[in-house]
């Protein structure tokens, strides 16, 4: 088994040899929940690429441990950069999404409040919304064993959305009356790749017509009509292997 992540916001001074300490919340799920012991192997990341590896050299208390650090691993940011514009579902479905599309692969989420979306984030709603759509991705993060953890972004109007696809390098809708399947659409070898996930009752036509007129063409994924809060980790698969990020 891989060993276990947990999130450190400075890394700056990890270097072979350092005794890093890990505390707070963090510490505390290390010591008192998954129960680390003196010589367990440990992964110390910021969530931006860089991970410190080593072994628990020390347990204080129930929320404190020293990690000794054998290696330093810095990520590059992948290319291409593919992020989801996710149109905002009911419940806890966006949960679901941001969980598995982090698990998967994908490098941000934006979410969409969409003409026919039924859920809405005004006020206070919204920021609890979008910083449950963060504490997600975080955690998905860790338990996917990632480094480099997804950007999930403010809340974004179809006007914003426009603009993002207008600058993207490939922009896509996801539609199930796409005339081209996703799977051989063209793709750039960099760049950033933007697709946009419509909510349960579709895109509306407006919508369709603003993205067409920034350069997003609608694809369809198979034969099948996934849930909004399933196609975007779908689609990520699809991009992810199709890009060679998988290989």
Do not use: N
């Not at 992948?78 to 992020?83: D, L, M, S, V």
């Not at 972004?153 to 081209?180: C, I, K, P, S, Y």
């Amino acid at each position: 088994m891989t060993a276990p992540v947990f999130v450190a916001d400075d890394l700056t001074a990890a270097a072979p040899g350092a005794v890093l300490t890990l505390d707070g919340p963090e510490g505390r799920h290390a010591v008192s929940v998954r129960r680390l012991r003196v010589g367990e192997e440990v992964v110390l990341t910021d969530g931006a690429g860089r991970g410190a590896y080593g072994t628990v050299a020390a347990v204080e208390g129930r929320d404190r441990l020293d990690v000794a650090v054998a290696e330093v691993r810095d990520e590059a940011a992948p290319a291409p950069r593919i992020t989801v514009v996710q149109a905002l579902p009911k419940g806890d479905r966006g949960e679901l999404a941001v969980e598995t599309m982090t698990e998967t692969g994908v490098d941000a989420v934006v979410p969409w409040q969409a003409a026919r979306c039924i859920t809405q984030w005004r006020g206070d709603r919204g920021a609890k919304s979008l910083a449950k759509w963060r504490a997600t991705a975080r955690e998905a993060g860790k338990q996917s064993r990632r480094l480099r953890f997804p950007e999930v972004a403010d809340a974004a109007t179809t006007a914003q959305v426009v603009r993002m696809l207008a600058e993207a390098d490939f922009a896509a809708v996801l539609h199930e009356e796409g005339a081209e399947p996703l799977a051989t659409a063209p793709l750039p070898a960099g760049g950033r790749i933007v697709l946009v996930v419509g909510p349960e009752g579709g895109v509306a036509p407006d919508e369709l017509a603003a993205f067409a007129a920034a350069g997003a063409r609608p694809y369809r994924l198979g034969r099948s009509v996934l849930r909004t809060s399933t196609a975007g980790t779908a689609a990520t698969a699809l991009l992810l292997g199709r890009t060679g990020r998988w290989s």
